[in-house]
Every structure is written in structure tokens, then in C-alpha cells.
């Protein structure tokens, strides 16, 4: 048997024969989800398919979250056709104010390492923090795992991506390495394959700095990124997955993470990624810190690192949506949301609407935006008369305290 990648070593095990890249296989999935972007599409695909019965109830979950609360009638009719579809077929619903699917899926405990998990969503590889297997399909594809259980792949190649050095400098956080790969790689040089994470480093990042890494190979155009999992820490014992040494890799990219400064992607691509320093002084009005990306407790901490004592620049607003209701209680408790509100920071609920546009914050014409999300295309937030920078929680707190473009110090 040759050497395997972990995406072919976890393929290859819900196979039941050794799988390599290139090559298609039909295989079981572990678990599966859709939003209310996506879910009405996947369930109106899955009656006309036939569907009944949910293949596998216990495996399949509905999450509202991309705008949540409704915020007309046409979307609440599609929020009430999820819960009566998850009624209908005994599946778990996550209504409003749960939280976002991927931030909501792992504080469930939904995937584990070595799992496969197909997503109705383009950041469901988010997952390959865990060691899983994840990534995102259409809603008709989602509505074939419905009916079947399975869902049939073409085994990707990999990109292995080598992280040095044992620490990252004073305000440099796991968002600043996204953003370098993204640079490197361009949106669209990781197309259907998967982006491997490895390096010692991997020894000193929390399960959140995982996340960040695996959320924005979607801006890679990856099929899914994984995390390998040395250092790794869960609350459960699990199996995990490691490459073979000699695995094969179309493309081996080494990071010396330990002397990266902070980063940012300026308007309107993700890759178009520079040394925050260049832009200092850029004048923004608008904050935000959420999303799947930035939006957990440790990133709410760093911007309350910054902001505490302080108040936001006159004429800029900061808005802030933790990533799920576990999240916010979690930073309720520890003092971080009143730290946040005291400086001016708007608190909204756990979901997706600011960094896709549907509401709770959409830009006016004009508007400089300094984001912790994942894209800036133009008129992403909502209003293509925008623009949007992305960085880190830690940089976008240090901007809105100024006005400007700032170093997160």
C-alpha cells in the first residue's frame, strides 16, 4: 500500500479499500447540516427525489443562522419550512440565536477526528480542525446524503503546508497565518484539493487557531483543509489521523509563522494580502468581529485586550457577533461582553447576517470596513459601494479605538 495523505488515509477508511488522489469513491458520511441558505433548496430536492425518511436522522442537522432573526416574511416562511421539516423527521434543528453551523457543530461535539462531514456550506471544512474530513456541497448533493447516507467524491489531492517556529510575535494570531497561505496559495490555487496543515507549531495552537486555518482554505478554492493533530486537545478520547511521511503532495509550502507580522487583505480580494504597517492611517468607519472565522470566545478576548478602558474613535462603530450562544455566555461570564459594550460595542446575535449581507449591519455607500470575516468581495457585507479589509480580531480592535488602520499592540 503507498503512502497516504490523511485525507485519503480517512476516505480510504469509510471506503473499506485504500483510495488515492484522483481517484472516486462512494463513501458514508458521519454527519451532515444545511442553513437557511441552503436547507429549503436541499429539502425541496429530497422530495423530488423521492425522499420520506431521513437515511440517517441522528446524523443530519438544521441550522438557522444566516439571517436570524428573519428579517422579512419570505425568510421566515423558509425558517418555519425547516422546523417542520426537522419536526417531520425527528433531525436536530438549531434555531435562532444558537449560533453559526460550523461554531454550533463543534461545540456539540458533532464531528469527531477522523469523520466525514458534508456541509451545505462553502466553510464546512472548518472541521479539519478536529482531523476530519469535511467540506462543503450544493443543495441538491446535500440532498442525495439525505436520502442515501453516502456521497460519492473524487479523492483530492494535497497541498501540505508547513508551519515553523514555536510562537508568533505580539499581536500575530492564527488569522495573520490564514491570511499569508491565502497570499501565497491565491484564491484559486488550491481548487479541489486539500490544504494540509503541519509543523511545530501545530504544538502550541488551541482548537481555535485550527478553526481559523481550516475555515479560509475555502478562499483557496481547497475542497477541504486538515489539521494534522499533533497537540491536538479535545475533551474525549478520539483516534487520530496522521499522513504517512512519504505521502505524495502536489505542492509543499513552508511559513515561518514565528516571524510574521500582522496581516491584512485589502479591497476586494482575500489573497490580496500586505503587512498591516503598510496601511497604517487608512481612515475606517465601520468595525466587526464575528463570523465563522473570528468570532469565538479567545477572539472576543484579544479585541477586549485592546479595548479595555477605552472608547471607540468618535464616528466609528463596532459591531460584534459572537460565534454561538456558548460563546456569548462564555464571554458574559468572564466579563468580556462588558468590556466590550463599555468601549461602544454593539452587540449582536450569534449568526451570519453582517458578514453576508442579509442585515444586522450592512454598510452605507462609501464606507471603509475593517472586518474579522473570511471575504471582502465586493459587496459582500451587502453594499458593493464599500470596502472591506480583513484582519484580525486584535488589529480590528486597535483600528476602530483609532479611526484608522492600526497595529494591534
Known amino acids: 500500500m503507498k503512502p497516504q495523505t490523511i485525507a485519503e488515509k480517512i476516505l480510504s477508511a469509510h471506503a473499506g479499500y485504500p483510495v488515492y488522489a484522483g481517484e472516486l469513491c462512494i463513501v458514508p458520511v458521519d454527519g451532515a447540516m444545511a442553513t437557511d441558505t441552503t436547507a429549503p433548496l436541499a429539502i425541496k430536492a429530497f422530495e423530488e427525489m423521492g425522499g420520506k425518511k431521513l437515511a440517517a436522522p441522528d446524523k443530519f442537522h438544521l441550522i438557522i443562522d444566516h439571517a436570524a432573526p428573519a428579517p422579512n416574511e419570505r425568510i421566515a416562511n423558509l425558517h ?102 491565502v497570499k501565497q496559495l491565491t484564491i484559486s490555487g488550491a ?15 488551541t482548537l481555535s487557531d485550527r478553526m481559523v486555518l481550516c475555515n479560509m482554505v475555502a478562499e483557496m478554492g481547497a475542497k477541504t483543509g486538515i489539521v494534522s493533530p499533533e497537540g491536538l486537545q479535545l475533551p474525549y478520547l478520539f483516534n487520530p489521523v496522521f499522513a504517512d511521511k512519504e505521502a505524495a503532495y502536489t505542492r509543499v509550502l513552508e511559513i515561518d509563522a514565528a516571524a510574521l507580522h500582522p496581516k491584512i487583505a485589502i479591497p476586494h480580494s482575500p489573497d490580496n494580502v500586505h503587512d498591516v504597517s503598510a496601511y497604517v492611517g487608512t481612515p475606517i468607519t465601520y468595525g466587526f468581529i464575528g463570523t465563522c472565522t473570528n468570532g469565538r470566545l479567545s477572539d472576543l478576548q484579544a479585541a477586549a485586550n485592546v479595548l479595555r478602558g477605552r472608547s471607540l474613535a468618535p464616528g466609528v462603530r463596532l459591531v460584534i457577533a459572537p460565534a454561538s450562544r456558548q460563546v456569548l455566555l462564555d464571554a458574559l461570564q468572564d466579563g468580556t461582553i462588558q468590556t466590550l459594550i463599555a468601549a461602544g460595542a454593539a452587540i449582536i446575535n450569534s449568526g451570519c447576517g453582517p458578514c453576508v449581507g442579509t442585515h444586522d449591519g450592512v454598510p452605507g455607500d462609501g464606507e471603509v470596513v475593517i472586518s474579522a470575516a473570511n471575504r471582502n468581495f465586493q459587496g459582500r457585507m451587502g453594499n458593493p459601494q464599500s470596502k472591506i479589509f480583513l484582519a484580525s480580531p486584535a488589529t480590528v480592535a486597535a483600528s476602530v479605538l483609532t479611526g484608522c488602520i492600526s497595529l494591534p499592540k
Open 191 to 205: 481548487t479541489y484539493q486539500s490544504v494540509e496543515y503541519h509543523g511545530e507549531l501545530l504544538h502550541h495552537l
Open 80 to 181: 418555519q419550512l425547516m422546523r417542520n421539516f426537522a419536526s417531520k423527521q425527528h433531525c436536530a434543528l438549531y434555531d435562532i440565536g444558537s449560533g453559526i453551523c460550523h461554531q454550533v457543530m463543534v461545540d456539540h461535539h458533532t464531528v469527531k477526528p477522523g469523520d466525514i462531514f458534508m456541509g451545505a456550506d462553502s466553510h464546512t471544512p472548518t472541521y479539519g480542525a478536529l482531523n476530519a474530513f469535511a467540506c462543503g456541497v450544493g443543495s441538491t448533493d446535500l440532498a442525495a446524503v439525505m436520502l442515501t447516507g453516502k456521497i460519492w467524491l473524487k479523492v483530492p489531492h494535497s497541498i501540505q503546508v508547513i508551519l515553523h517556529g514555536h510562537h508568533l510575535q505580539p499581536g500575530v494570531s492564527a488569522k495573520d497565518i490564514a491570511l499569508e497561505v
